[in-house]
């Protein structure tokens, strides 16, 4: 059984709890975007008065004992990327079955994101070539979804022995805000330097911007501008 399995059948049954008295979709959406916003509240200064009040407006939909589940899921969510990094919340939003296939709403299974990752990397030695030269590499992400692509690129690089959170930047971009909350999840949960977009990538529309804590901490704001200075 891999050992992500017992943290996202906890979730998973923790959402069964509370279904009944609440539109699932709704549900998990909430979820995540709770969950995304106390994230970025620890550490975005600047983002945080208007993201907390959309958490107090998002909270107030719900009883005390729905509230209390969320940070439960959270907490089972932490455990399995700890376990072994994938695509979760993929997973657990499949598993759940509120995607929609008129939406074109699809998660590329796991192994094959790896397998893509893999090509997309190549010899290992460029990149390390390209790091000892710039500092580190950037990936763009057009359609993002749940974030697996961009955690099987940081596994394949640490595979090859490239420390993904020193010498990985990542811009991602998905038009579902939803998604967008997934992927930002995941990528500080493993620590990926990032700057997660709500937007349209053929129309270069940006509506919201959610940055890691690894991009915060790392002082990525930095290191990128001066990268394009030079």
């Known amino acids: 059984m891999p050992p992500q399995d017992r943290h996202i059948r906890n979730v998973l049954k923790l959402f069964d709890a509370h279904g009944y008295r609440h539109d699932r979709y709704n549900l998990f959406s909430d ?30 939909r719900y009883d005390r004992s729905t509230v209390e589940m969320f940070p439960h899921v959270f907490g089972e969510i932490t455990m399995a990327l700890e376990a072994a990094p994938g695509d979760v919340l993929g997973s657990i939003f499949t598993a759940l079955e509120i995607h929609s296939k008129n939406r074109g709403q699809f998660f590329t299974p796991y192994p094959v994101c790896q397998m893509m990752a893999e090509i ?23 359609a993002c979804g749940a974030g697996a692509m961009v955690i099987a690129l940081a596994q394949a ?11 990985l930047h990542v811009n991602a971009v998905d038009i579902d805000q939803r998604a967008v909350h997934m992927a930002y999840i995941q990528f500080s949960l493993l620590h990926i330097p990032a700057h997660v977009m709500v937007g349209n990538s053929l129309s270069n529309e940006v509506r919201e911007h959610w940055f890691t804590p690894a991009h915060i901490m790392g002082g990525w704001g930095l290191r990128l501008a001066s990268q394009q200075r030079s």
């Open 31 to 60: 979820c995540m975007e709770l969950t995304a916003i106390s994230i970025s509240n620890s550490v975005d200064s600047r983002s945080r008065t208007h993201r907390e009040a959309r958490y107090l407006e998002i909270v107030g």
């Open 120 to 142: 997309t990397l190549g010899d290992a030695d460029d990149a390390r070539a390209l790091i000892a030269d710039k500092g580190f590499v950037c990936a763009m992400e057009p």
């Open 157 to 167: 690089m640490l595979a090859a022995n490239i420390n993904y959170q020193r010498h």
